[in-house]
């Protein structure tokens, strides 16, 4: 509710249309750009949007969210400085990058969080996919209703790769490293834009400035992936 109250036209707070199920569209997929960097809690930053690669001004993010991003940061500080050593020790554009962002203190510092609502996404409508290089280090919070997030994944050593899913819903987190691993999400039917039959969750990256920041960390990026594995 708080962020639909910040909701306005042309203001970076709001909410947008996208649309990442054409073949489905009875489903409704809203998104909105924040930051959680808390030195700077009450003024924007600039920031890459990332749908569109432009660069755009972000405003702070609703208080709870913010709150939650530095607690992870400060519950998560010893490992979080071992990840950084381990990304310089790997060396490489990405993990040179992500590990001055994680020594700025900037994990988990760059937020989008998405609606979704009506007609659902089953698991042979799914967008399989891997995220781009920010999302080296990523947190997701469901913050309500309940989506599966799909992975290719062995059950065991040396077992051939299988779609596994695991449900979320209010509450749960996960800590992952997208940028690396193919996966999808699955939307149960909701209601359109009835409250709280609504799926909201969050999506907490590195936050990288610009487009060209961006394509630096492409290179070598499954090395840093590997780190961050190894970790």
Known sequence: HEAR????????????????????????YHEA???CVWPERHVTRRGM???????MSKAPAPGPLMVLAEGLRRANHDALEGLRRALVECGGPCAEAAAQLLGDGLAFADAAVQLHSGEGIPPDGMGWHTDAPNSLLHAAVAIQGTRALHTMASPAPGSPMEDRA?????????ISTPAGVRHAVEYPSTRRWRGRERIAAAQLRLPVADLEAMQAMYQRREEAVAAVGEW
Do not use: L, M
């Not at 909701?7 to 709001?14: K, L």
């Open 49 to 55: 949007n990332p749908r569109t690669s432009e660069t």
């Open 5 to 28: 109250r910040r909701q306005a036209p042309g203001v970076a707070g709001g909410f947008v249309r996208c649309v990442d199920h054409p073949h489905v569209p009875k489903h409704t």
């Open 166 to 174: 695991w449900w979320q819903s209010a509450g749960d987190v996960y």
């Open 33 to 35: 750009y924040w930051h």
